[in-house]
């Protein structure tokens, strides 16, 4: 389902353009996920893990492209991709109602209202996508940012994984997985 491109101003004045990514920008999404991977504390993924190719960063955008109950919306400024939101739905026809959400941006883009512009479109894609029922996400327990974000937008704590992530030989995170029922009647 297509993502009606739309723009908007940040609360700092900055004109952001949100539209669904293309495979022509593989190379500039690769770059900016790896920019805010390595610059966050928060991220299960290391940078030195998320080392696609430009052939694997065009697959990779082109099954959210396929995938009926998928989306990737990229965040432009002045041309240049500062951040994104993606949203994958589940395979199997049993959970296929399921999206995961995931996003984030780079650091001069944050705190200025840009995560709640693609989280709010992208809450708004799929409650009008036919597929997907429900929303949900994993964030690192710490991540007070990203938590206080999904909580504006109604998502809830539904588990808690003690000690999910390895953060250093003996330190160790909690992940939190939240959750969103979508309103299909909004
Ligand atoms: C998490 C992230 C996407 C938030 O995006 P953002 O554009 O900064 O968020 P917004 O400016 O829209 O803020 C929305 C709300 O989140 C909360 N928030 C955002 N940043 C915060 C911070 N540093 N401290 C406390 N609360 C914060 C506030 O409640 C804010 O509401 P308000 O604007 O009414 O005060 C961004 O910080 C990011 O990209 N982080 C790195 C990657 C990451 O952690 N991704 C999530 C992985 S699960």
Redesign the pocket.
Known sequence: MTLQRFTTKL?DGTEVLAREATIHDAAEMIQCVKT?VA??K??VVLPEEFSLTLHQGREWIQAFIEADNSLLMVAEVNGAIV?NLDITGAKRQRIMHNGMI????LPD???????????KAGIDWATHNPYLQRLW????AA????I??YK?FGFEQEGLQKNFIKTGEGTYADNLIMGLPLNKTA
Request: a positive charge; aromatic letters at 10%.
């Open positions: 609360k805010y610059e966050s928060y991220m951040g995931g996003m984030g941006m883009y944050r705190r200025k209202g840009l995560g709640s512009v693609l989280l996400l994993q964030v690192i991540n007070q940012p990203a206080e974000l504006k």
